[in-house]
């Protein structure tokens, strides 16, 4: 019994480690456009998250990679993802 309780634990603090990581590295980059403003980013994300949605509802895919596909988007639009360390 103890050590279940202990396995327990151990699997608690394993997912709030797995939850905490992508946190902390989600600073470490950012979008970048040579041509355009970095205020121009919120409107071309909105629009690539839209386009991702709905390329996933036409193709009736809905388990589609709709990240992959909203970053082809961006980097379509001219944006690279820059590391800031």
Known sequence: ????????KAGCWGCLL???MP????GCASWTNPTRPS????????TCKREAEQAAVT????DLDQDNAYVACL??????LQDRR
């Open 23 to 26: 946190l902390s590295f989600a």
């Open 39 to 46: 205020s121009a980013f919120a409107d071309d994300a909105a």
């Open 18 to 20: 797995g939850l905490l």
């Open 75 to 80: 980097r379509s639009k001219g944006w690279t």
């Open 1 to 8: 019994m103890r050590r279940t309780a202990q396995a327990i």
């Open 59 to 62: 193709s009736g895919q809905f």
